[in-house]
């Protein structure tokens, strides 16, 4: 499985930025996508999931503000909005299998939220 991540950028506080995540490959064994953000200094941490059930989950310091959706299994969409400075972070697309030990990451892409 690849992940192609695409969106990111430069937003101010209270501003709106949307990441996309497109899987190739062995789409069919995956479980779970979403992303996982890392800040400089900080620990990896997860934004938000969307599984194949259709559930969803979301860090608690995103919740309400971020929103991931899913389309024909591969492909998830984080709109986010209500952007705060401690949003600065790389994010990661990520996608799981129940079949595979590990799970598979896209490249980070950056997000950035300053005045």
């Known amino acids: 499985v690849q992940l192609q991540a695409s969106g990111g950028g430069l937003a101010q506080p209270g501003g709106s930025l949307r990441l996309s995540c497109l899987a190739s490959?062995?789409?069919?064994?995956?479980?779970?996508m979403g992303w996982y953000r890392q800040a400089p200094g900080k620990q990896r941490e997860l934004v938000a999931a969307s599984l194949r059930n259709g559930l969803t989950n979301y860090g608690v310091s995103v919740k309400g503000r971020f929103t991931i959706s899913r389309a024909n299994d591969n492909m998830v969409v984080l709109q986010m909005n209500s952007l705060k400075p401690e949003d600065t972070a790389v994010y990661y697309c990520y996608a799981d299998s129940p079949t595979e030990p590990e799970a598979y990451w896209g490249q980070g892409t950056q997000v950035t939220v300053s005045s």
């Open positions: 490959g062995m789409t069919s064994a995956i479980n779970a």
